[in-house]
């Protein structure tokens, strides 16, 4: 489990954060690239917020998550919505169909530096070809990526040039890149290359 928070502060985390819904102005931005009824996987979906609000925008939606206790919450809170919720993790994660679209965020923080090439090769085999991707990262305050403990956390800071080049290299067209406020955030939305 990549989280070491106990279950019962990721459980008040989850249910905070669908009061909040921080990731709007993300959400909206990812939309804009996709057609209307697209196909859209949620990896690391949590307690499924941005699912849900990607469900209500007319998508149908998957998410995945490797915490029982959070993709429960999701399915209640997601009743009779375009919604699938499963406990499983990226690298076991086999679906029968390809998306239009896949929605990362605030996730990839947690994948270590040695792994993320391979996360990066493994979504793109989830999307069809020109299907859309949000992802982000931490930026690393140094000109080099390294790992840290924040909160009893491992996290992974990455420089911008690491971050568009682990997409560019595994068959990603980026389409949009933007620093978060005081730059505690990064975000890509790329494209699948079709060849």
Same mark, same amino acid.
């Given at each position: 489990?990549?989280?070491?928070?106990?279950?019962? *502060?990721?459980?008040?985390?989850?249910? *905070?954060?669908?009061?909040?819904?921080?990731?709007?102005?993300?959400?909206?931005?990812?939309?804009?690239?996709?057609?209307?009824? $697209? $196909?859209?996987?949620?990896?690391?979906?949590?307690?499924? %917020?941005?699912?849900?609000?990607?469900?209500?925008?007319?998508?149908?939606?998957?998410?995945?998550?490797?915490? /029982?206790?959070?993709?429960?919450? /999701?399915?209640?809170?997601?009743?009779?919505?375009?919604?699938?919720?499963?406990?499983?993790?990226?690298?076991?994660?086999?679906?029968?169909?390809?998306?239009?679209?896949?929605?990362? @965020?605030?996730?990839?923080?947690?994948?270590?530096?040695?792994? %993320?090439?391979? =996360?990066?090769?493994?979504?793109? @085999?989830?999307?069809?070809?020109?299907? =859309?991707?949000?992802?982000? /990262?931490?930026?690393?305050?140094?000109?080099?990526?390294?790992?840290?403990?924040?909160?009893?956390? /491992?996290?992974?800071?990455?420089?911008?040039?690491?971050? *568009?080049?682990?997409?560019?290299?595994?068959?990603?067209?980026?389409?949009?890149?933007?620093?978060?406020?005081?730059? =505690?955030?990064?975000?890509?939305?790329?494209?699948?290359?079709? $060849?």
């Amino acid at each position: 489990m990549p989280f070491k928070f106990p279950k019962k *502060e990721i459980l008040a985390f989850v249910k *905070e954060s669908y009061k909040e819904m921080y990731n709007i102005p993300g959400l909206n931005k990812f939309l804009k690239y996709l057609q209307s009824n $697209s $196909s859209i996987l949620d990896l690391g979906c949590g307690g499924g %917020q941005d699912s849900l609000f990607l469900a209500k925008k007319g998508h149908n939606v998957t998410g995945i998550d490797i915490t /029982a206790e959070i993709i429960k919450l /999701a399915k209640k809170k997601a009743k009779h919505q375009n919604t699938n919720f499963k406990k499983s993790s990226i690298k076991t994660f086999s679906p029968k169909q390809k998306f239009d679209g896949v929605w990362f @965020s605030k996730v990839f923080k947690f994948i270590p530096l040695k792994n %993320q090439q391979a =996360v990066v090769k493994k979504i793109n @085999s989830f999307l069809k070809p020109g299907g =859309v991707l949000y992802i982000t /990262a931490v930026p690393s305050d140094k000109r080099k990526d390294y790992e840290t403990i924040k909160r009893g956390s /491992a996290r992974k800071l990455i420089t911008r040039k690491t971050f *568009e080049s682990l997409l560019r290299k595994n068959g990603f067209r980026i389409i949009h890149f933007k620093y978060w406020k005081n730059k =505690v955030g990064m975000e890509i939305i790329a494209k699948k290359k079709k $060849s």
